[in-house]
């Protein structure tokens, strides 16, 4: 089946139940629609729809611990995440996230290089492909792999959405190199210098940093399990 099936037994332990229902309440619906011959489930769109509710579901962990706004914590202004729960999210109560009392902030040099990045090679004309940009920048900020940080079960998933939203720059990473660690590749790459000063990847000490397997546990598993976060 697809791969979003696969991660069924993820959002059953470790995703709120109010995110988790408002999107299998409209899977169901899109399920009816097929059976009766009407428009066909658009699996990529509910691959994106898990992934906001993956972030979303961190914000919301960051936001209970007052660690962060909503919009600190997803990189969205307070319009965007507006626009995001009313539209995929509608059974959330927007409450949950304190909107009527952040601020839009402006981002730091490092996340502004980031989108910058992302937006280049972001789809042209999908403003969801533009979110994610924001989203990943403000979270590749974040000290766990990029995957974990955006609230995901695995690499894999990432991944996926990278190819999807930001074909050109993930088709880039040919040697599957970790997304973080390409991404500042990138950036290097295109002010014309490099903060690498090993001859090539293969001659470096510090291969395994760059290339070693994007292992671990994600945070929802983490957090259901009762183990503290680092």
């Not at 979003?4 to 299998?24: A, C, D, H, K, Y």
């Not at 940080?149 to 190819?163: H, P, T, V």
Request: aromatic share 8%; charged share 30%; hydrophobic share 40%.
């Amino acid at each position: 089946m697809s791969g979003l099936r696969q991660n069924r037994v993820p959002w059953e332990t470790g995703i709120p139940r109010g995110l988790r229902m408002s999107f299998w309440s409209d899977e169901r619906r899109h399920s009816q629609s097929r059976s009766i011959g009407q428009r066909p489930i658009d699996l990529e769109t509910e691959f994106d729809q898990h992934v906001l509710a993956c972030v979303l579901s961190r914000a919301l962990k960051e936001i209970e611990a007052g660690e962060m706004t909503a919009t600190e914590a997803t990189g969205l202004s307070r319009a965007e995440l507006q626009d995001v729960l009313t539209r995929n999210f509608p059974a959330i109560p927007v409450k949950a996230f304190a909107l009527e009392k952040v601020t839009d902030r402006e981002p730091g040099m490092e996340e502004g290089l980031l989108r910058d990045l992302l937006f280049a090679h972001a789809r042209p004309g999908a403003p969801v492909s533009a979110r994610f940009a924001k989203i990943i920048a403000r979270r590749a900020l974040r000290n766990n792999h990029l995957w974990q940080d955006l609230g995901l079960f695995n690499r894999a998933e990432l991944s996926r959405l990278l190819a999807k939203h930001f074909p050109m720059l993930a088709a880039g990473n040919t040697k599957h190199m970790k997304w973080k660690k390409y991404f500042y590749r990138k950036l290097c790459e295109a002010e014309g210098f490099s903060l690498c000063a090993a001859p090539s990847c293969r001659e470096c000490n510090e291969f395994d940093s760059c290339f070693g397997p994007e292992e671990g546990e994600s945070l929802h598993a983490r957090i259901k399990n009762g183990l503290a976060l680092d």
